[in-house]
């Protein structure tokens, strides 16, 4: 076996929680299983006291002094990376200034070829804040072209993506999604009641909310259905809080329906998969297309073989097919929102779309595998 000395480049990483944060990892590390040696180079935003360089889960992390202006995706490196003999170089997002910098910085010193990730293309359009959508779609495009213009091999996780980038920029890309953990199919289902003792959740059935809370992820549209749903359900919302979990609360006391809601906040993953198999669906009320590219949660509901509600941005469409996996629903429309969650309190519905789904999902060592193979065919090239 051809052993690589492959280079991750995104600006987090464990401990950072996120979902790319955590597609990072898992390729990272199952290419290590495969015998591979894996740099991860990274910034040093978020993780006081972490060490400059460390071994986890058999990859090297080294991470270089940044600085955040104002946005995650605006993280600039302070310092050269200190990296070499690399073979391949697979940098993660095109809208990460970080991303951009190091790639081009490590491929004009080590001549190593870059596959490069575009995540959320020229997605800035439908932004809320008015300061992002009016300069982003600037910067966006500004970055890609960086990015174009360095990728020998042109990779997405979003048929969304792939589609923008060969309509507008002319580029033909390949697909690679994300995966899940293989625990996700491993471990036994839990028991709703058990669950909804252990948290005080006094109502039988209820939908579930994974990811920041952030006002970009739609938790208001979901408290604002709950007044449109007759059953007596609940929500339950898990994440850390992104600066936004107050004020979903205080709607929630507004409009009636505090005792409804329940927020555990960050969870293990042990609690994630039992909460997940304790609900009737996960809901993804997203309102923006850019942070919504390939949502890994999707996936991990339907490992556990339940169906999921979302709105109708970013990638999410070309993954969900309504009706089939899951049901789709009209951006930040809480009454759109409520009639799909009251047509999957149908226990029959519901199972069947759960099932469906998991012929979607792709394990880890699936996806390191094909792209350990790409790497090769490159360099080959």
């Given at each position: 076996m051809v052993v690589l000395r492959i280079c991750h480049i995104w600006h987090a990483y464990h401990p950072v929680i996120g979902g790319l944060e955590r597609a990072v990892k898992g390729l990272a590390e199952?290419?290590?299983?495969?015998?591979?040696?894996?740099i991860v180079v990274t910034s040093d935003v978020g993780v006081d006291n972490r060490p400059k360089e460390e071994v986890?889960?058999?990859?090297k992390v080294i991470r270089l002094k940044s600085m955040k202006l104002l946005y995650n995706d605006l993280t600039m490196p302070l310092e050269e990376p200190q990296v070499e003999d690399?073979?391949?170089?697979?940098?993660h997002s095109q809208n990460s200034l970080f991303s951009v910098m190091m790639a081009e910085k490590i491929k004009k010193k080590l001549q190593a070829k870059v596959a490069f990730c575009f995540m959320a293309v020229d997605a800035f359009g439908d932004y809320p804040d008015i300061f992002t959508r009016l300069l982003g779609p600037y910067y966006g495009r500004r970055n890609t072209a960086r990015a174009l213009n360095i990728a020998d091999l042109i990779l997405v996780r979003s048929i969304r993506d792939m589609e923008i980038l060969k309509k507008v920029y002319g580029v033909e890309a390949t697909y690679i999604p994300d995966a899940v953990a293989d625990y996700y199919f491993t471990i036994g289902k839990g028991d709703p009641e058990e669950f909804n003792e252990e948290f005080g959740i006094k109502q039988e059935k209820i939908f579930l909310f994974i990811g920041r809370m952030h006002r970009l992820k739609g938790p208001h549209i979901l408290v604002k259905a709950l007044k449109y749903v007759?059953?007596?359900?609940?929500?339950?919302?898990?994440?850390?809080?992104?600066g936004y979990l107050k004020e979903t609360l205080d709607l929630a006391e507004r409009i009636g329906v505090r005792d409804k809601v329940y927020a555990l906040g960050y969870v293990d993953e042990e609690t994630k998969i039992r909460a997940l198999d304790s609900a009737v669906a996960l809901i993804l009320p997203s309102i923006t297309?850019?942070?919504?590219?390939?949502?890994?949660v999707i996936s991990e509901a339907w490992a556990r073989r339940k169906p999921v509600i979302?709105?109708?941005?970013?990638?999410?469409?070309?993954r969900i097919r309504d009706g089939v996996n899951g049901l789709l629903f009209e951006l930040s429309s809480p009454e759109s929102?409520?009639?799909?969650?009251?047509?999957?309190?149908?226990?029959?519905?519901?199972?069947?779309?759960g099932v469906n789904g998991r012929e979607d999902v792709l394990?880890?060592?699936?996806?390191?595998?094909?792209?350990?193979?790409?790497y090769k065919q490159t360099l080959a090239e």
């Open positions: 199952e290419q290590v299983k495969l015998g591979h040696e894996v986890i889960g058999g990859a690399v073979d391949f170089v697979h940098a007759s059953e007596n359900i609940a929500v339950v919302f898990i994440g850390p809080d992104g297309d850019y942070v919504e590219v390939y949502p890994m979302a709105s109708k941005v970013g990638g999410i469409p070309y929102l409520a009639e799909a969650m009251s047509e999957l309190l149908d226990d029959e519905l519901s199972g069947k779309m394990s880890w060592r699936e996806v390191a595998v094909k792209s350990v193979k790409l």
